[in-house]
């Protein structure tokens, strides 16, 4: 953030008085012409927060296509069939036992075996060949899709939290006064908050593994040289092996993130690619602070779309990717 804020000081301070904006929209008592200009406080915390948690899923999602992606140059664009799968695995392991938390490791084991097939079978045969891989991961997605709306039909699915995160909690941001002078408080979902301190948790061992551990190294090194990797003995193909279980995993339990507060359907799978696309070229390639920050950019841009410019929500997502691209190809904080 040092080196941001000294090659860019304006934009430093643009984002400065930003966050100053947004802190006092967020704890102070609004006036009326502000609830007059863009509705009611509560509307406006709403979709703040579910932007925020949103973003939190998405960076599940994307931290896994971000390592596949960003640091091993493989393009899968089955990253979406392996979050639907996951969460449809999440949801049937759940209904079966009984145990929400259970669902997780489920959906992780199985696409992690499912990545570590992908890449010995299909990416291992066609390294540095982008294209394709490109043309035969879509072929693996149409295939799976349709697999997947032959197996579990055309109808939603909810992944059911336990009690004790079904319920709402009460925050301290005031939403309103009462004519006698109480402050009404927002109360929000408990699992969103919970899911979005675990999005946070993961990100933070990610990025501690990725750059303080020697399993970090090796993949870095990997990356950068890997004929020269190789040369010292270190078994490549194992190391990217693990390194695609990984991201596959975490896609099928970012599935059953999804599962819990939003639902599973058809037509998931290419949302959260199109989604972990836009999150990368948003925030930048091949780390996971970019891909944070990125995610909640997006989820955030897609909520407030929602509510304010329904008509536009989409659009509203992909101008902020279009405008990056034309300012900043290398995204937000990534590297030229």
Request: proline share 3%.
């Amino acid at each position: 953030m040092r080196r941001f804020a000294s090659r860019h000081p304006w934009w430093s301070a643009i984002i400065v008085v930003v966050a100053f904006i947004l802190l006092w929209m967020m704890f102070a008592v609004w006036p009326e012409w502000l609830s007059d200009l863009i509705g009611s406080k509560k509307l406006f915390l709403n979709a703040l927060f579910n932007g925020i948690t949103l973003g939190g899923l998405y960076f599940l999602v994307a931290s896994g296509f971000t390592l596949i992606f960003g640091l091993m140059r493989n393009v899968n664009l089955a990253h979406g069939s392996l979050y639907l799968l996951g969460g449809y695995v999440g949801y049937f392991v759940a209904s079966w036992t009984g145990y929400w938390l259970l669902a997780f490791p489920a959906a992780f084991i199985v696409m992690a075996v499912l990545g570590l097939l992908f890449q010995y079978f299909v990416f291992r045969r066609m390294e540095g060949e982008d294209l394709r891989q490109t043309l035969v991961t879509i072929g693996i997605s149409i295939v799976v899709a349709d697999l997947m709306l032959w197996s579990f039909g055309g109808d939603f699915y909810n992944i059911n939290p336990p009690e004790w995160l079904s319920g709402p909690m009460d925050t301290f941001f005031i939403t309103a006064v009462k004519s006698s002078g109480d402050y009404v408080f927002l109360r929000y979902p408990m699992v969103r908050v919970v899911i979005f301190a675990a999005s946070v948790v993961i990100g933070l061992a990610m990025w501690i593994a990725l750059n303080r551990t020697r399993i970090g190294m090796l993949i870095r090194a990997g990356v950068d040289d890997r004929d020269m990797l190789s040369a010292t003995g270190v078994r490549i193909q194992l190391v990217f092996l693990g390194v695609f279980a990984f991201g596959a995993g975490l896609a099928g339990a970012a599935g059953v993130v999804g599962g819990t507060f939003q639902s599973l359907a058809p037509g998931e799978d290419t949302r959260f690619l199109l989604a972990s696309l836009v999150v990368v070229i948003v925030g930048g390639m091949g780390s996971i602070p970019e891909t944070a920050i990125g995610a909640l950019l997006v989820g955030v841009a897609e909520q407030f779309g929602s509510v304010y410019f329904p008509t536009y929500a989409v659009v509203l997502t992909f101008l902020i990717m279009v405008a990056v691209l034309a300012f900043r190809p290398q995204g937000i904080m990534g590297r030229s």
